[in-house]
């Protein structure tokens, strides 16, 4: 994954572009299917702020800003803020993976489950049995008759 920093007006050290590329790359683990990132670092007189661009495929950007008076309270609060981003994102994820399981597996095999419990017939089935009795008779096969 390609991790992309922009500094303006800042004075940014290696070590905190180094925390800043761990913070990254621990959330684009939990992110299946990252593919780039970006992070702005902006010195804006007493405060600095961290933004963070998180890129997954087939999904948009996830955001997170952070500020603070260092640098490195920024990143933590930026981090923060982009987990909280990555955990509602699986959360989804999940939630989706559960629905399309009920209403492909579960929900058939409840079905199932309660019909045979209940006892009832199934009208293909009658339907199939009216086929093999009309067969019958367009064979040339004698139709029983009802005495009379």
């Known amino acids: 994954m390609t991790i992309v920093f922009h500094t303006h007006h800042a004075d940014v050290t ?3 572009r180094a925390r800043a590329d ?3 790359q621990k959330l ?3 992110l299946r299917g990252a593919t780039d990132a970006s992070v702005r670092f ?3 007189g007493t405060v600095r702020r961290v933004e963070i661009v998180l890129r997954a495929a087939r999904r948009r950007p996830l955001v997170a800003e952070g500020s603070g008076a260092r640098f490195e309270l920024a990143i933590a609060e930026a981090a923060d803020r982009m987990a909280a981003h990555v955990a ?3 959360a ?3 939630r989706r993976q559960r629905h399309v399981d009920v209403r492909n597996g579960a929900a058939t095999a409840a079905a199932t489950t309660d019909a045979v419990e209940t006892g009832d017939t199934d009208e293909l089935d009658d339907l199939l049995l009216e086929t093999d009795v009309s067969d019958d008779v367009s ?4 139709a029983p008759t009802a005495p009379r």
């Open 139 to 142: 064979d040339g096969a004698a």
């Open 92 to 94: 989804e994820r999940a």
């Open 22 to 24: 761990q913070a990254v």
């Open 42 to 44: 902006v010195e804006d």
């Open 14 to 16: 290696d070590a905190v």
């Open 28 to 30: 684009a683990a939990r």
């Open 88 to 90: 509602h994102v699986r």
